[in-house]
């Protein structure tokens, strides 16, 4: 296991991560990835239900793997937990780096008022052609 610390906006190292753990057997069907590989929590996101954890399995091709838990407790149909997996710390960070995957406040910021703005231009632009073909039909 490596020693891992790092500084990551809306992600928190774990240092108890039973209960994550738990959750995520609990979440495991059979026919899942990892089912059956032992695992230790290593990361959480702040800002959703993804939960990085390190797998402690000798010759597994992947050491990380990031998991999406639902918290219902159960076991989960085929495809559930959605997870991705990752050789190695590096490559897990490099893919924080995607807007998609890794939210800032500076990152939502500039995404959801470009479309928070696109929005209401479009629904002033519907408006107004409804109420041109409201005025037409007088």
């Not at 960070?93 to 807007?99: E, I, M």
């Amino acid at each position: 296991m490596e020693n891992i610390s790092f500084d990551l906006v809306n992600w928190s190292p774990v240092s108890q991560g039973e209960g994550l753990v738990k959750e995520l057997l609990l979440e495991l069907g059979k026919e899942h990835a990892i089912y059956g590989i032992p695992v230790r929590a290593v990361a959480r996101a702040n800002y959703n239900d993804d939960v990085l954890f390190e797998l402690n399995s000798p010759g597994v091709k992947f050491h990380y793997v990031l998991v999406h838990l639902t918290w219902r407790g159960v076991e989960e149909p085929p495809g559930w937990p959605s997870t991705s997996f990752y050789r190695d710390l590096n490559s897990w960070l490099s893919d924080l780096q995607c807007p998609d995957e890794f939210v800032s406040s500076d990152i939502t910021s500039k995404t959801y008022a470009g479309q928070s703005s696109l929005f209401w231009i479009l629904l002033v632009v519907l408006i107004g052609l409804l109420c041109v073909v409201a005025f037409l039909d007088f």
